[in-house]
């Protein structure tokens, strides 16, 4: 069972760089999410979709961007590449949205930014 | 703005020994609060509690929500090494947006 498969699993930016980390979930959910954990803090969430062809805003969302095209799939583009942007990102997904239901989190991606 | 406060931060016991983890929250139009564990990697569901005063139990975890003085708790009993993690608290309020706090490490030593 795949569930939630995150790529890449690490990445090491320069500043300026971009890069989009690719989100994909095999259990036909509608609501997918990105969050960001930074050491010590709980998970805060970036972007998130109720479904296909759909994006909005969460606590965190300047510096990045997203795309929904397909509903196994969800994009985190970052355009310009900053220090700050330096975390760990985690993707989600669930059968409705927020923390109704359990969410299900991918493995992480680990990105520095130099 | 929503907030999640969770305590203690970093907590050290040994095996055998129960612990209680506290979670507080302040979020408009609260839906429901979860607990996640998070050990190396992704945070995996633990509870999900909508209503006051009912227990949810698995194992040696439970947990417990007060909708009225805004907290839960969760307590694992006879605590083993297995479960040293990071657990997390998140509740869902207005739009749907998820609030976490910032975890609790809690380490079980031999």
């Known amino acids: 069972n795949a569930g939630v498969t995150q790529t890449p699993k690490f990445r090491v930016l320069k500043t300026g760089q971009s890069m989009t980390l690719l989100c994909a979930q095999d259990?036909?959910?509608?609501?997918m999410y990105w969050y960001r954990q930074d050491p010590g803090m709980g998970l805060r969430l970036i972007h998130y979709?109720?479904?296909?062809?759909?994006?909005a805003k969460g606590e965190v969302p300047d510096g990045y961007n997203v795309s929904r095209l397909k509903k196994q799939n969800f994009l985190l583009g970052l355009e310009s590449a900053a220090p700050s942007q330096t975390s760990v990102y985690f993707c989600?997904?669930?059968?409705?949205?927020?923390?109704?239901?359990?969410?299900?989190f991918g493995q992480g991606t680990r990105l520095t930014v130099v | 703005e929503d907030k999640v406060v969770q305590s203690p931060l970093s907590l050290v016991v040994h095996e055998g020994d129960t612990v209680t983890l506290n979670c507080s929250y302040e979020?408009?139009?609260?839906?429901?609060l979860l607990w996640y564990k998070q050990e190396k990697k992704a945070p995996t569901f633990l509870f999900m509690l909508t209503s006051s005063g009912i227990e949810k139990k698995s194992g040696r975890l439970s947990s417990i929500l007060d909708k009225k003085e805004l907290f839960s708790i969760l307590n694992i009993t006879a605590t083993q090494t297995g479960d040293s993690a990071v657990y997390l608290c998140?509740?869902?309020?207005?739009?749907?947006?998820?609030?976490f706090g910032d975890g609790t490490t809690l380490t079980v030593k031999p």
């Open positions: 989600a997904s669930s059968f409705t949205l927020g923390p109704n239901t359990e969410a299900f």
């Open positions: 979020v408009t139009n609260f839906r429901s």
């Open positions: 998140a509740v869902g309020g207005a739009a749907g947006k998820s609030t």
């Open positions: 979709s109720v479904g296909e062809g759909t994006t």
């Open positions: 259990m036909n959910h509608e609501y």
